[in-house]
């Protein structure tokens, strides 16, 4: 089998344990009773204030726990041999990292169906095409940004560190299309050219994540369907490429 379903199981055991879910619950239940809180003081619009609160909020708190989690429980598994205990089982290096990420990836959208169940129950955003698609680049942000975070956790011998690396590349990613703006509009600056052609390149295979999760979609709605559905299309075949460096750089270590 491609995963193996005991170590799946390992996984989604070791977050229940380090009261991931319960601890994310809490502080989503705390962000919403924020956002109406600081609404409240809003002279007009309080429900779209309320409603971009608690969009972008929630959505930075699942990616900082997703991150924390997944880069020091990986760490973990190393500081503590169990990847070594783990590997000398009837399981390959592929199927591995293929089963952690499996599991790590079905943390990622509970997390992503919380902040679903929250926005909507907040009443603030319409059941509409648009809410779909932010749920939807919602799931997709989360799963790269694991994925990502699986990656550095396995290249990177510290914790701390692929952390770091990890929301460095989330907001380098979140910051692509300001890059490219700069880069394009400015032909004063050194080497603009050069600047634009290497932006355009990187903005080839990073992913686009500042054209998912528009808090922008929940007030005025989607502009258009079509370049968002390519935007979250462009960001699902990001994760194979991230699991695929995870697995060549398990696959040349030595224990």
């Not at 409603?51 to 991150?67: E, N, W």
């Not at 396995?154 to 952390?163: F, L, N």
């Amino acid at each position: 089998m491609i995963l193996s379903l005991p170590l799946v199981g390992y996984t989604l055991k070791a977050a229940r344990r380090d009261r991931l879910i319960w601890i994310v619950a809490v502080t989503f239940v705390l962000s919403i009773c924020m956002s109406f809180f600081l609404s409240s003081a809003v002279i007009s619009e309080k429900d779209i204030f309320a409603s971009v609160f608690i969009a972008g909020s929630l959505r930075i708190f699942a990616v900082v726990g997703l991150v924390l989690f997944t880069c020091f429980y990986i760490r973990r598994l190393f500081d503590n041999r169990e990847i070594e205990y783990l590997l000398s089982r009837p399981i390959s290096r592929t199927s591995f990292v293929l089963s952690i990420a499996f599991a790590l990836s079905c943390v990622a959208l509970c997390f992503a169906a919380f902040a679903i169940i929250a926005v909507i129950a907040s009443g603030s955003a319409a059941i509409d095409i648009s809410l779909y698609i932010w749920a939807g680049s919602l799931a997709v942000e989360l799963l790269i940004i694991t994925n990502a975070a699986l990656f550095f956790s396995m290249v990177i011998t510290s914790a701390s560190g692929s952390a770091l690396c990890t929301i460095g590349f989330y907001v380098f990613a979140r910051m692509m299309g300001q890059l490219l703006g700069i880069a394009q509009a400015d032909a004063t600056l050194p080497a603009a050219d050069l600047l634009s052609f290497v932006f355009n390149g990187i903005s080839m295979f990073m992913p686009r994540l500042d054209l998912l999760t528009q808090t922008s979609w929940l007030v005025y709605g989607v502009k258009d369907v079509a370049q968002s559905l390519l935007s979250i299309a462009h960001g699902v075949a990001c994760i194979p490429v991230l699991l695929c460096a995870a697995i060549f750089d398990l696959i040349r270590r030595e224990f």
